[in-house]
């Protein structure tokens, strides 16, 4: 199985048979270049980086300047990205969709790995189903639109546990323990105490991944990796499904890698930098 990244295409804008304005784009590799470097520079780092001299760069900062895309400190002269250049990074990751972004990526993952994959988001009862591509294999394990997962108990509930506030999945847990105690006994409960479980989500969050082998279904295992958007919130996961006999369950095995990968494709188009996607 191949674990190499796949890409997130949305719209191809990049047709050479489409008359475009050379100017604008050669100007648009020093914005490349800022948001690249994620810092003010100075106008000869970014012409060095655009691959041009600070003189043919200095007209672009100008142009951009005025319409505010970018602005100059007073005092360094070094360049940022302008107030414009702000508003229209707000509005790109408020029209963002987690799940528009992540679906067509989800047939060729199910090819990749011969499992059965799907989008899960965290619903009023915990991590719910929204899309699902079966393996292309004739053995393969189905999953149902709508179906909502123990938090507990699967590998998307412990994955979103991980990743929500403590407070919120601490009152989850409690909830869960008492709903399933008889009336008027003490039964010990199935679900692990508070101290047992965070243990669990602390594994997950070391491993980026969560995992269920068999604790669902007997000879069944699973898979959940996440996606975060700009701020470090979890606002999706990226499931795997399939027999045990098939299904590589192995932290760092092949199959692990391939669903972190696409889960990291739909991060990074939602603006998740890499150091906010192990945020708690």
Known sequence: MASSKPSVSIVALDNPAQRGIQSIEVGGQLLRALVHHGRPMALKDLAREADMTAAKAHPYMVSFGRLGLIEQDGASGHYRLGPLALQLGLIGLQQAD?????????????AQIGQTVGLAVWGARGATIVHIA?????????LRHGTVFSLTDTASGRLYAAYLDA?????????????????GGSAASRHPTWKAFEAQLQEV????????????????????????????????????????????????????????????????????????????
């Open 167 to 183: 407070a919120v999945v601490k009152q989850l847990l409690d909830a869960e323990r008492q709903r399933e105690k008889p009336r």
């Open 98 to 110: 987690p799940v528009r972004i992540a679906t067509p990526l989800m047939a060729p993952l199910a």
């Open 205 to 280: 969050r070391q491993h980026r991944i969560s995992r269920s082998e068999g604790e669902v279904i007997a000879g069944v295992n699973a898979m959940s990796a996440p996606v975060f958007d700009h701020t470090g919130t979890i606002v999706l996961a990226v499931i795997a499904i399939g027999p045990a006999a098939t299904f590589d369950a192995a932290w760092d095995g092949a199959l692990a890698r391939s669903l972190k990968a696409c889960a990291d494709a739909v991060s990074t188009q939602l603006g998740a930098a890499p150091d906010r996607r192990t945020a708690r």
């Open 134 to 142: 079966e393996a292309p294999s004739p053995v393969h394990v189905s």
